[in-house]
């Protein structure tokens, strides 16, 4: 047997696999999972979720946002302004 030495990467949407992951705008820590740290949204192809559950899944994040649950971009951050060196 032959292991990568990369983590195996996991190709199965996790709101499919499980129906423990309840895919709501309240639940912010499992969403973060799929933001980038810039706030973006990570692409399909490396989530691994599927066209159905990508399309809700980005509904619930634009909702997050809407809450101020999560950041639109991280620009809007009061640390970039103090940075004039
Ligand atoms: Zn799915």
New binding site residues.
């Given amino acids: 047997m032959v292991y990568k030495k990369f983590a195996p990467r996991k190709k199965f ?1 996790r ?2 696999a499980s129906k423990e992951n309840i895919l709501d705008y309240k639940n912010v820590d499992m969403l973060k999972d799929f933001i980038t740290d810039r706030g973006k949204i990570i692409a399909r192809r490396i989530t691994g ?2 066209a ?2 990508q399309r809700a899944l980005t509904t619930e994040i634009k909702k997050a946002r809407q809450m101020a649950l999560l950041y639109y971009t991280a620009t809007h951050s009061t640390d970039v302004r103090k940075k004039t060196t």
């Fill in positions: 949407c709101f499919c979720n599927c159905k559950h």
